[in-house]
């Protein structure tokens, strides 16, 4: 098994208000700390980690995030980070001088209306500003895009202007809630969004969705996501359970997906440190977690992504590893 990627959450404190996440506008005073992250990346590197993504809350109001990328760069690991944008065209230049590889903003309407969304005034251009700035310095630039009833006929017009922005990846991923989502106007509408974004975007040249449509490719799934809220998910075994790790650093929780960790598992489903074990990716009650996810994941997952859904199945299907991170 070779664990590649690893993600760590570094705090929970936001500066933004999105109405679809835990962590809106919270004032948590937790900062991981420079000692402890240093062991966390000799773990890392035990473990043949190749590439560490910071994750939050609001990864840039962490005040050693410099530090962090700084540290990981000296030790030979590339790192990403994901934020709001809203501090990045200040902050940007220092994290490439220091080695930052990738920048992941997530960004979900157009204008103010994400502005509104997200309740932080003039955020969109802001975060626009960034990414080019980002580009200009030669950090590869991603998007991330959660799609739901409220967003989705604003998709054509975001693909434009990610692509007039040089942004190199996207990921396109269906809003996940707790309760059925309703698209008023008819799957008919929906789908003609999707052959839109994907199929003319393609033709155009544009930037073009990683992985699966947001709302899945086939019957079955868009089934599960339209009656079920339901969101595509790997179809055969679980692939990224092998490739990934997310440590939230304040609760000393490390699950073996970075998209496990918000939908409120029971324990025997992640692998809990107590205050006096010794943080480590690779000991044998992790490896029996991941091991019951690769079999089970795509039967009780309930928050896959259109990225991770979609490289789980070209890996189930040969495709030779890939840097689908990055």
Same mark, same amino acid.
């Given at each position: 098994?070779?664990?590649?990627?690893?993600?760590?959450?570094?705090?929970?404190?936001?500066?933004?208000?999105?109405?679809?996440?835990?962590?809106?506008?919270?004032?948590?005073?937790?900062?991981?700390? =420079?000692?402890?992250?240093? &062991? #966390? +990346?000799? *773990?890392?590197?035990?473990?043949? !980690?190749?590439? %560490?993504?910071?994750?939050?809350?609001?990864?840039?109001?962490?005040?050693?995030?410099?530090?962090?990328?700084?540290?990981?760069?000296?030790?030979?690991?590339?790192?990403?980070?994901?934020?709001?944008?809203?501090?990045?065209?200040?902050?940007?230049?220092?994290?490439?001088?220091?080695?930052?590889?990738?920048?992941?903003?997530?960004?979900?309407?157009?204008?103010?209306?994400?502005?509104?969304?997200?309740?932080?005034?003039?955020?969109?251009?802001?975060?626009?500003?960034?990414?080019?700035?980002?580009?200009?310095?030669?950090?590869?630039?991603?998007?991330?895009?959660?799609?739901?009833?409220?967003?989705?006929?604003?998709?054509?017009?975001?693909?434009?202007?990610?692509?007039?922005?040089?942004?190199?990846?996207?990921?396109?991923?269906? =809003?996940?809630?707790?309760? &059925? #989502? +309703?698209? *008023?106007?008819?799957?008919?509408? !929906?789908?003609? %969004?999707?052959?839109?974004?994907?199929?003319?975007?393609?033709?155009?040249?544009?930037?073009?969705?990683?992985?699966?449509?947001?709302?899945?490719?086939?019957?079955?799934?868009?089934?599960?996501?339209?009656?079920?809220?339901?969101?595509?998910?790997?179809?055969?075994?679980?692939?990224?359970?092998?490739?990934?790790?997310?440590?939230?650093?304040?609760?000393?929780?490390?699950?073996?997906?970075?998209?496990?960790?918000?939908?409120?598992?029971?324990?025997?489903?992640?692998?809990?440190?107590?205050?006096?074990?010794?943080?480590?990716?690779?000991?044998?009650?992790?490896?029996?977690?991941?091991?019951?996810?690769?079999?089970?994941?795509?039967?009780?997952?309930?928050?896959?992504?259109?990225?991770?859904?979609?490289?789980?199945?070209?890996?189930?299907?040969?495709?030779?590893?890939?840097?689908?991170?990055?």
């Amino acid at each position: 098994m070779h664990i590649k990627y690893l993600f760590i959450r570094i705090l929970e404190s936001c500066n933004a208000g999105c109405w679809f996440c835990g962590f809106a506008k919270s004032g948590d005073s937790y900062r991981l700390g =420079l000692n402890e992250y240093q &062991k #966390i +990346i000799e *773990e890392a590197k035990k473990a043949n !980690v190749e590439y %560490i993504r910071f994750t939050g809350g609001e990864t840039l109001l962490h005040s050693n995030i410099v530090d962090f990328v700084r540290i990981a760069n000296e030790n030979g690991l590339k790192t990403s980070l994901i934020t709001n944008g809203f501090l990045l065209e200040k902050k940007i230049e220092e994290l490439s001088e220091n080695g930052l590889n990738q920048v992941i903003v997530s960004l979900d309407e157009v204008g103010n209306k994400h502005n509104e969304i997200r309740s932080l005034p003039m955020l969109f251009e802001r975060a626009l500003k960034g990414l080019e700035k980002a580009r200009e310095l030669g950090v590869k630039t991603r998007v991330n895009t959660v799609c739901g009833p409220h967003n989705y006929k604003s998709m054509p017009e975001l693909q434009s202007i990610f692509t007039d922005a040089g942004v190199s990846y996207w990921e396109l991923s269906a =809003l996940k809630l707790d309760e &059925k #989502i +309703i698209y *008023e106007d008819g799957l008919d509408e !929906v789908n003609n %969004i999707v052959e839109r974004v994907y199929l003319d975007g393609k033709k155009q040249g544009k930037l073009v969705p990683f992985g699966k449509y947001w709302c899945g490719n086939t019957e079955e799934e868009q089934t599960n996501y339209f009656d079920h809220s339901l969101p595509p998910r790997a179809a055969g075994k679980c692939q990224m359970v092998n490739l990934v790790r997310y440590y939230d650093a304040k609760n000393r929780n490390l699950y073996v997906c970075s998209l496990l960790p918000h939908r409120g598992l029971d324990k025997k489903y992640y692998r809990s440190f107590n205050s006096i074990e010794e943080f480590s990716l690779i000991d044998q009650e992790t490896q029996e977690v991941a091991e019951y996810f690769y079999h089970n994941g795509p039967s009780v997952c309930h928050g896959c992504s259109s990225t991770a859904s979609g490289c789980s199945d070209m890996l189930s299907m040969g495709e030779k590893e890939f840097e689908f991170m990055y």
